[in-house]
């Protein structure tokens, strides 16, 4: 038996890879997550039979993003029908991507719910029409920040919130152009952000990690938008790695930044924030030993707005 998620009302707008059925999925007792480490070439599924091996996918960068998100959701729905410690099953999957606490704060929200007698089934689903409706609903205000004539430089793979709001700009009218790094080294620009655009028919060009200054420079780029792993009351960002400085480049140029964020944590702090690291990646070759790091801190001063259910704060 398959479990899907129902009653969305977003997935008609988004690109294939971001419909929530593509991202993960359960099917007799087990875990499917789409690894998107080898799109847009390849369609493969990682199985997952326990909490543990969905937080070794996860750290694993199988998935991204908003990704994490809904495989915890569906990991705990998981833990729950196999009668599972649901406190232990929320700290694995937490401590996965200690960064993003949008993730963690969400497993304890349902974690509540159901301890205060609401099934898993419900809270899952919950959950999921509660972000979908966010999604839609930030998007909003994300396109009434977009101009006609924009050419809008992104960072990795933005999801949903940035995703919606070029689509929501071009199907009013809107001529826009995205500009799309690489983003190395596991290439989510190229991979995932640029046929995304692509499939939405939205115009966009796939450029290296180091030309955003130099379209800046141009006046190509007239917008810098990302998503945000991490957003702070103080406006601080975490995102990844090459935001900093595209963002430095931004400033330079009179460029605007704007980092979408599904909910400020209130309670971090910039000395608190974990920056995860990966182990030296050798996709280059030449025997090299790499540092990986995989977040930027974006501080407030060069962002611009951080867009939000409540507007642009």
């Known amino acids: 038996m398959t479990t899907s998620i129902s009653g969305r009302t977003v997935d008609a707008l988004l690109p294939p890879f971001l419909k929530h059925d593509a991202i993960a999925y359960i099917e007799n007792d087990i875990l499917y997550i789409r690894d998107r480490r080898r799109l847009p070439l390849e369609s493969v599924y990682v199985e997952c039979r326990s909490t543990e091996e969905a937080a070794r996918a996860i750290k694993a960068m199988v998935t991204q993003g908003g990704g994490p998100l809904e495989v915890a959701l569906l990991s705990f729905l998981l833990a729950s029908k196999r009668g599972e410690n649901l406190d232990r099953t929320v700290d694995v999957l937490s401590s996965a991507r200690p960064t993003n606490s949008t993730m963690r704060r969400t497993l304890s929200f349902i974690l509540e719910e159901v301890k205060e007698g609401k099934s898993a089934e419900r809270a899952v689903q919950g959950a999921f029409d509660y972000y979908d409706a966010l999604y839609d609903e930030i998007s909003d ?10 050419g809008i430089l992104t960072r990795c793979f933005p999801e949903h919130t940035f995703m919606l709001s070029v689509r929501k700009a071009a199907d009013n009218g809107k001529h826009i152009r995205v500009y799309v790094p690489e983003t190395r080294p596991y290439m989510q620009g190229a991979r995932l952000t640029e046929p995304s655009l692509r499939a939405m028919g939205i115009e966009c060009f796939l450029i290296t990690d180091a030309m955003p200054a130099h379209f800046m420079a141009e ?4 917008k810098f938008m990302t998503a945000s792993d991490l957003a ?4 601080t960002i975490v995102n990844k790695t090459g935001t900093l400085s595209d963002a430095i480049a931004a400033c330079r140029y009179g460029i605007p930044y704007y980092a979408f964020s599904l909910s400020i944590d209130k309670e971090a702090r910039r000395e608190s924030i974990v920056l995860e690291e990966r182990d030296g990646w050798g996709e280059e070759g030449f025997g090299a030993k790499m540092l990986y790091p995989l977040f930027d801190v974006i501080p407030s001063e060069l962002v611009t707005g951080i867009i939000t259910k409540e507007g642009v704060i």
């Open 141 to 150: 205000i994300g396109e009434r920040l977009i101009e006609d004539g924009d």
């Open 219 to 222: 006046g190509r780029i007239t």
């Open 232 to 235: 702070l009351s103080d406006r």
